[in-house]
């Protein structure tokens, strides 16, 4: 069994980015000659991603221009939230729900993601493939340029927990289902919501990742990974 459907979330306004994100969207930004965008697409379908929605809002025009000017070898599809933006959760709700009860991708393009990652994302989808939970692809906080990151979740074995201290964070990558999305019944929400639930009744698992974590959060991250070789 391989995954074959994957939801991008490129609808933020990237308020920390600015000013670059004033006339860009964050996911046009370029690290080393490649979008934010082309670096999440390129991830799912090496790894066998057929359909790809990607959800919009701040200069949606720009990205759907954008992936105009590329022939992908995947279908790709836009959901618009350019009357109301559904936060990750209702986004990922929305973006999905031809995807109808299989299972798919959710990536986050603020991770500077490579081809370093896709023998991660083959061991995440063999662990979800084996135990049918919903998994999180995780790091160690000590593997993040960023040190500001107090942590998002534990590990204990494949099982994620949340406690008063973190070790590992969420690099935007992960594996879920609509029932999981179906748990929180709102139209705007958080995936910080749905995987509350899945942590109480123990239904949600994490793959640790080894590689150094890039996060373009704020604009002088940004400026600081852009000098890297």
């Known amino acids: 069994m391989k995954i074959k459907h994957g939801m991008i979330l490129a609808a933020g306004i990237g308020k920390r980015m600015q ?11 370029e690290i080393q000659g490649e979008t934010l ?25 720009q990205i759907r221009e954008y992936l105009s000017r590329f022939k992908f070898k995947a279908n ?19 973006a999905t729900k031809e995807f109808k009860k299989n299972p798919f991708f959710i990536i986050n ?22 135990n049918k939970k919903p998994c999180l692809l995780l790091v160690n906080k000590d593997l993040s340029l960023d040190k500001s990151f107090e942590g998002d979740f534990n590990l204990d074995g494949k099982l994620v927990s949340k406690d008063e201290k973190n070790k590992y964070i969420f690099t935007g990558l992960q594996i ?8 929180i019944n ?44």
């Open 186 to 229: 709102k139209k705007v929400f958080s995936m910080n919501e749905v995987w509350n639930k899945l942590i109480n009744e123990k239904n949600l698992y994490g793959v640790e990742s080894n590689q150094k974590f890039y996060h373009l959060n704020t604009f002088e991250m940004y400026k600081k990974i852009s000098k890297m070789n």
């Open 176 to 183: 879920i289902t609509r029932d999981s999305l179906n748990l």
């Open 37 to 61: 965008l082309e670096r999440a697409l390129n991830l799912l379908i090496n790894n066998g991603v057929e359909e790809v929605c990607i959800n919009t809002h701040h200069l949606s025009d």
């Open 109 to 130: 393009p603020d991770t500077l993601w490579s081809d370093k990652y896709y023998k991660e994302v083959q061991f995440l989808e063999k662990v979800y493939i084996e």
């Open 19 to 29: 000013p670059l994100t004033l006339k860009t969207p964050k996911p046009l930004l």
């Open 76 to 94: 790709i599809e836009i959901s618009s939230e350019e009357d109301l933006l559904l936060d990750t959760g209702g986004g990922a709700e929305k």
